[in-house]
């Protein structure tokens, strides 16, 4: 199965630059459109940013001009630059990805919506 893995959070403080990837790995066919997605304590997860694989992009309100989502279609990643982040941007970030899998036991194919396990930013004020 196809599986997320995402790194580069970690702790920063206001005003500073963060880096996400996330990378896919397993019996990939193509990949489609791949996203971003944070949920903060007690809130529900939300929209970040969304990348198709013709590289149209579309962001929240809340990050668009400081965040930008991009991809490498060869390496089956998607990145994540943030800047100028804010305390309210803290939260995991989940990597999101709708993939057509190969399935070995039937030699065929399946969509499926795949999520990484989240990675904790954190931004102090």
């Known amino acids: 199965q196809v599986q997320l893995v995402e790194s580069g959070g970690g702790l920063v403080q206001a005003g500073g630059s963060l880096r996400l990837s996330c990378a896919a790995s397993?019996?990939?066919?193509?990949?489609?459109?791949m996203g971003w997605y944070r949920q903060a304590p007690g809130k529900q997860r939300e929209l970040v940013a969304t990348i198709t694989s013709s590289l149209v992009t579309n962001y929240s309100d809340s990050v668009k001009g400081r965040f930008t989502i991009s991809r490498d279609n060869a390496k089956n990643t998607v990145y994540l630059q943030m800047s100028s982040l804010k305390p309210e941007d803290t939260a995991v970030y989940y990597c999101n990805a709708h993939v057509i899998e190969m399935v070995a036991t039937t030699a065929g194919y399946r969509f499926r919506e795949v999520w990484g396990q989240g990675t904790l930013v954190t931004v102090s004020s």
């Open positions: 397993g019996s990939i066919f193509s990949m489609n459109a």
